[in-house]
């Protein structure tokens, strides 16, 4: 008999999210779609005035933030509802009708940034000088003005606006399949089958027994290899949206496009891509001493996660609440008094999977709401760190948003892996320097090692997939699933190196389980420049002190009022040196050779 999952009704309401704190039903949703629906015509008179005066300019910008944060609200709600169960047709609709506004919003307020770029510099800094409550945009207008040669007329930015929507159809199709329709099979586990899902897998691939770890894993991979060409289709769809923004916005590249549009100088791209592969036998000879403690010949991809702990500790939720206050502490109450509060009160987090809840985790929220964090607890090391992962991102918009105005609340992707991973740093600092049990040193090294692992190993493979597939996009060849398998399947034989034998049809399906990341367009490369900078400001902070404590929690509330490497510069690193990643290679080889004298 297959334990399968909850449903959702079946989930205590006490290890779910609080969406009241947005919306307590959908009649109230209703009546917010409403308003904005009724504030579009108000906003679309403003256009061709937005240089007449200063009480104009100032009016605009209020409108504008006040039917953005509330287009916002619909937004978040209604993609919250829906991904704790996607097999729920009801939330779906609503999720529609709010991807929908939203991009009726944006195409409405599309004439804003050309007509803003199209007032000479001259007349701007009047503008500003004659209304004081202006000069809150003085950012705001300096990154527009980088934007020049990019921003298209008023017609052509409303129609990009338009099409959003639709061209987000492909990232849509792939989500629904893999946490939807895509089914999995189920692995027998200590006389019960368990389900084998996004919410599970994990687990699965973290048990002693091979046999568990090899059908977990093969099932899993042959679920997307079944749809390998339903997959592929999306992914190349997704690929040709990048690729058609570029080539509207007259940038060179769908890399250019993502780079310059967050403030980012090339050289810290493919500083981080250069870095990972030069440093690839840190990580050949971590596979050396994995397959020597696991007495084995050869490591496959199902032996990656194998543990060599004998067991791993058991952690509820309340006690990883505790771990991470408790390491998050050198940053002080300002930090840890909201948070948990929102862990343990408020209700940010929806925990535990059900059947049809979205596969992996992130934080999510807006201006004026809770942060919420998505995610499928499973009550070990991993789930603590996933916990702290993505309390980096809740905390960072949580100071983000009670500090800055609205325009400036959110920060570039660039700097969130930073907040993200910063946490993590700090908690497992913390549970070294107090957990001295050998066994339990293991496990949280492992844990270590599955972090960087997916931030340091993956995520630098699937950058240059990504790199790969976008290019042969741009010279006009066709994406097909065996060629992108055969892709994936070579970047990795060379990342693991002589110790871990290639199944290439099912590691080179691996784009395919990302079916959220390989979507937003050059953004996983962004993780591993996010563990290189939270690693030394965990370092800085720990050894340094409160100073450098509050230069980090001023980094988190900058939000997006100064430029990202800004930010970081705020916070004590520089990216655009290579020394950072230096120095999480450093890290990284430090846990090896921890992990060397405690295993073999």
């Given amino acids: 008999m297959v334990a399968a999952l909850p449903k959702r009704g079946e989930i205590e ?14 009649a109230a949703w209703e009546a917010d779609y409403r308003r904005v629906e009724a504030a579009l015509p108000a906003l679309e008179i403003f256009k061709g005035h937005l240089g007449e005066s200063p009480q104009k300019l100032l009016e605009w910008f209020r409108e504008y933030e006040k039917t953005y944060v509330l287009g916002g609200h619909l937004f978040v709600w209604a993609g919250l509802r829906y991904d704790v169960d996607t097999s729920n047709q009801a939330a779906g609709a609503v999720r529609d009708r709010s991807r929908a506004i939203w991009a009726r919003f944006a195409a ?12 000479p510099q001259e007349r701007m800094e009047q503008l500003m000088s004659e209304e004081p409550a202006l000069q809150v945009y003085q950012h705001f207008f300096d990154m527009l003005r980088q934007k020049e040669g990019h921003v298209r007329s008023p017609e052509v930015e409303a129609l990009l606006a338009m099409v959003s929507d ?8 792939h989500n629904i399949l893999a946490d939807a329709d895509l089914h999995f099979g189920s692995v027998g586990v200590g006389g019960e089958n368990i389900e084998v899902a996004g919410g599970t897998l994990n687990a699965l691939l973290s048990s002693h027994d091979i046999a568990v770890r090899k059908a977990a894993w093969e099932q899993y991979s042959d679920g997307f290899l079944a749809y390998k060409s339903t997959c592929a289709s999306c992914i190349s769809g997704g690929v040709k949206r990048d690729v058609f ?29 250069e870095t990972s592969r030069r440093k690839l036998p840190v990580w050949h000879r971590y596979w050396s001493v994995k397959r020597r403690a ?59 999977p059900n059947h049809g809840k979205r596969s992996g985790a992130y934080s999510s929220g807006f201006y004026g709401t809770n942060p919420y964090i998505l995610m499928s607890f499973n009550n070990d090391l991993m789930a603590v760190s996933t916990l702290a992962h993505e309390l980096g991102h809740s905390m960072h918009s949580y100071l983000s948003r009670r500090t800055q105005p609205v325009l400036y609340a959110s920060y570039s992707m660039f700097v969130a892996e930073t907040a993200s991973n910063f946490n993590q740093a700090m908690v497992r600092a913390h549970l070294l320097e107090t957990n001295n049990d050998p066994q339990f040193q ?33 010279r006009g060849e066709a994406l097909s699933a065996d060629s992108m398998i055969k892709l994936m399947a070579d970047l990795f034989r060379e990342g693991y190196g002589p110790e871990v034998e290639i199944d290439e049809q099912r590691v080179g399906i691996t784009w395919a389980e990302f079916a959220t990341h390989m979507y937003a367009n050059f953004y996983v ?42 930010a970081l510069k705020l916070a004590g690193v520089d990216m655009t040196s290579p020394e950072p ?10 846990y090896v050779d921890r992990l060397e004298k405690l295993v073999l």
């Fill in 13 to 26: 309401e006490k290890y779910t999210w609080n969406l009241a704190n947005i919306y307590p039903d959908e």
């Fill in 108 to 119: 409405t307020t599309a004439f804003a940034e050309p007509e803003l770029l199209a007032i």
């Fill in 166 to 173: 639709p061209l987000d159809t492909p990232r849509n199709t």
């Fill in 245 to 273: 923004y570029a080539r509207a916005r007259n940038y060179s590249s769908s890399l250019q496009a993502a780079l310059e549009r967050n403030f980012i100088p090339a050289k810290v791209y493919e500083n981080i891509l």
């Fill in 294 to 352: 696991l007495v084995l010949d050869k490591l496959h991809g199902y032996d990656v996660f194998a543990p060599l702990s004998k067991e791993g500790p058991k952690i509820n939720y309340e006690q990883s609440v505790d771990m991470i206050c408790a390491g998050m502490q050198p940053l002080g109450d300002e930090y840890v008094a909201p948070m948990r509060k929102g862990l343990l009160q408020e209700r940010w987090v929806d925990i535990y």
């Fill in 442 to 474: 293991i496990a949280l090294i492992e844990e270590a090692m599955y972090n960087f692992h997916r931030y340091f190993f993956v995520m630098p493979i699937l950058a240059r997939f990504e790199r790969e597939i976008h290019e042969r996009v741009e």
């Fill in 525 to 566: 490369y962004q993780y591993a420049t996010g563990i290189s900078a939270a690693n030394a400001l965990a370092t800085r902070v720990l050894t340094k002190g409160p100073q450098a404590a509050e230069d980090y929690k001023n980094f988190l509330k900058a939000g997006s009022s100064i430029y990202p490497i800004d």
């Fill in 581 to 590: 990643v230096e120095q999480a290679f450093d890290v990284l080889e430090s």
